[in-house]
């Protein structure tokens, strides 16, 4: 259980253009999902934390006009990254909380590679 | 500023031998704590959440935390190879949100 999945996995794209990103919750329903960048050799960095039903809340320094996210149902958050430039380019994962009984959990999705030529 | 350090450098241990790790952090408001394992060019892997004070054991893992001391551990008995790989400590804060560690590298030599 508690399975995440995202997609792409990979992707390039040219400066200027928009990309999205999905990550779904394949055996759970998530009302709270988190995006994170890494960039390489460096730790994980919250961007937003993404809520089915209402506004994102982003981190200080993250533009919410470039990185808009979107939690349409229980089970799928989107970020779509507008206007890409080369310094873009990173790992960005997902995450879902996963919510039991007595404790919860956040589980990443694989993640997706941007890279912005 | 919520903070979680790591900070051992890459830590090399033959095989069968116990891994240890070290975290602590700075908001003494934080009540969960996980632990995770990230392979090269991977996400995070949870292996381990630990909330009250004291030992949790799962299998060949054993996270420790003192929340007195602000302090939170993780061993690997009988370390494998496959054990090799980035651990992020990571504590929860303000409306559930993750402060994860630098990470610490563990080469598990056969």
């Known amino acids: 259980g508690a399975v995440v999945s995202q997609h792409p996995s990979r992707v390039i794209c040219k400066s200027g253009t928009s990309v999205k990103i999905e990550c779904r919750s394949l055996d759970f329903q998530a009302t709270t999902m988190f995006w994170y960048r890494q960039f390489p050799k460096k730790s994980l960095m919250l961007m937003a934390t993404s809520n089915e039903g209402s506004k994102a809340t982003y981190e200080q320094g993250v533009e919410k006009d470039k990185f808009l996210i979107n939690h349409a149902s229980l089970t799928l958050s989107t970020l779509t990254v507008t206007s890409a430039h080369p310094e873009d380019s990173s790992f960005y994962i997902c995450s879902a909380r996963y919510e039991a009984r007595y404790s919860y959990e956040q589980y990443f999705g694989p993640g997706t590679r941007l890279t912005v030529t | 500023q919520k903070e979680v350090e790591q900070n051992s450098g890459p830590l090399s241990v033959p095989e069968g031998a116990i891994a240890s790790l070290n975290c602590t952090y700075s908001d003494r408001g934080s009540q969960s704590f996980f632990w995770y394992r990230q392979y090269s060019g991977k996400s995070p892997e949870l292996i381990m959440f630990i909330y009250s004070n004291g030992d949790k054991e799962d299998g060949r893992f054993t996270a420790q935390l003192n929340k007195a001391s602000q302090y939170v551990s993780l061993l690997i008995r009988d370390s494998q190879p496959s054990d090799s790989a980035t651990y992020l400590c990571?504590?929860?804060?303000?409306?559930?949100?993750?402060?994860f560690g630098k990470g610490n590298q563990v080469v598990v030599i056969p």
């Open positions: 990571a504590a929860v804060y303000g409306n559930n949100r993750l402060a």
